[in-house]
């Protein structure tokens, strides 16, 4: 029951963060991602709702979830936030393979 609750949060959390790294081709390091209000509020307010499906023991009951030990949850966040780093990995190698992908409107059209 535990893999499921871990799954659970996992999945729903790694969303979560993932969609900081889709806002921009830019790394997020480089944009930062406190630019977005609406993005960050949403992302907060996923992860209270995550969070109270989990912890509020009447609403786990009904998802058949368990509660997670320290080193559970310690093991979920870190796969929550892998994708930054795959994704940081994946936009510096198109950056070196492919050259900078920013799309030049003067350029196209010659003004």
Request: with cysteine.
């Given at each position: 029951m535990c893999g499921r609750t871990m799954a659970f949060v996992s999945l729903g959390l790694l969303e979560l963060v993932?969609?900081?790294?889709?806002k921009s081709k830019e790394s997020i390091f480089k944009v930062g991602i406190l630019e977005n209000k609406y993005l960050?509020?949403?992302?907060?307010?996923?992860?209270?709702?995550?969070?109270?499906?989990v912890c509020i023991s009447q609403i786990a009951n009904i998802f058949e979830?368990?509660?997670?030990?320290?080193?559970?949850?310690?093991?979920?966040?870190l796969i929550s936030i892998s994708p930054i780093f795959i994704m940081e990995v994946q936009k510096k190698f198109n950056e070196i393979k492919f050259g900078k992908t920013v799309y030049d409107y003067k350029e196209k059209y010659e003004i």
């Amino acid at each position: 029951m535990c893999g499921r609750t871990m799954a659970f949060v996992s999945l729903g959390l790694l969303e979560l963060v993932h969609s900081f790294n889709i806002k921009s081709k830019e790394s997020i390091f480089k944009v930062g991602i406190l630019e977005n209000k609406y993005l960050i509020g949403s992302f907060i307010l996923g992860t209270m709702l995550q969070m109270g499906v989990v912890c509020i023991s009447q609403i786990a009951n009904i998802f058949e979830l368990t509660q997670l030990s320290a080193i559970q949850w310690v093991y979920t966040i870190l796969i929550s936030i892998s994708p930054i780093f795959i994704m940081e990995v994946q936009k510096k190698f198109n950056e070196i393979k492919f050259g900078k992908t920013v799309y030049d409107y003067k350029e196209k059209y010659e003004i």
